[in-house]
């Protein structure tokens, strides 16, 4: 049974920085490719980067060159370090493995506002 619990969201001024992080259980979580969603009020639920068991990482076009995806494999956790941050990106972020729709966490709400 697959587990996530994010954490690490926060209210933050437009231009400043957040991590984020999800620590996952699941088996085998080292073989795993990983990724966040993020929900924004009133819109459906999108991909925002994954990060493959290589380590090779992928990122939306909204968020390309500000976020940064990674993984600690030790301890099952996977991050998104956000910078430049813009009142779009306010949501609720989500981890899960890349391409499973089912046993979604409780998400963290980050919120970009002055």
């Known amino acids: 049974q697959m587990q996530f619990v994010e954490s690490g969201g926060g209210l933050v001024q437009p231009g400043g920085s957040l991590r984020i992080s999800c620590a996952a259980s699941l088996i085998d979580f080292s073989l795993r490719h990983m990724a966040w969603y993020r929900q924004a009020p009133g819109k459906q639920r999108e991909w925002v980067a994954s990060?493959?068991?290589?380590?090779?990482?992928a990122y939306a076009d909204a968020v390309k060159g500000r976020f940064t995806i990674s993984r600690d494999n030790a301890k099952n956790t996977v991050y998104l370090q956000m910078n430049s941050l813009q009142p779009e990106d306010t949501a609720v972020y989500y981890c899960?493995?890349?391409?499973?729709?089912?046993?979604w966490g409780q998400g963290t709400q980050v919120t970009v506002s002055s």
């Open positions: 899960n493995v890349l391409g499973n729709d089912r046993s």
């Open positions: 990060i493959l068991s290589s380590r090779t990482p």
